[in-house]
Nanobody, 125 residues
């Protein structure tokens, strides 16, 4: 099993950047597909980005494509989300999630086995 702790959220101006981190514990991290999701006020938790256990495959929501980059460092048991050109509509609580012992990608909330606690990202106009 995997435990996840997120960090890196904060308040930035539109057009700025943030780098979110999700540190994992558990010896199965390197075999876990990882994803980032976000939940804005009044909305459901939505898919943002995902990366396979090897880092060789990844995917993004259309709303963040070209602006966000997901990466992982299995030696550090950490997955990252680099967010550039931030917009006010990116404001949300961001969550990382893991699907244990899985070779594919995790795009659907119901496929997540473990969640982090979430970190608030606020983008001012």
């Amino acid at each position: 099993q995997v435990q996840l702790v997120e960090s890196g959220g904060g308040l930035v101006q539109a057009g700025g950047s943030l780098r979110l981190s999700c540190a994992a514990s558990g010896r199965t991290f390197s075999s876990s597909a990882m994803g980032w999701f976000r939940q804005a006020p009044g909305k459901e938790r939505d898919f943002v980005a995902t990366i396979s256990w090897s880092g060789s495959a990844y995917d993004y929501a259309d709303s963040v494509k070209g602006r966000f980059t997901i990466s992982r460092d299995n030696a550090k048991n950490t997955v990252y989300l680099q967010m550039n050109s931030l917009k006010p509509e990116d404001t949300a609580v961001y969550y990382c999630g893991a699907k244990n012992n899985y070779l594919g990608l995790v795009r659907l909330q119901h496929n997540v086995d473990y969640w982090g606690q979430g970190t608030q990202v606020t983008v001012s106009s």
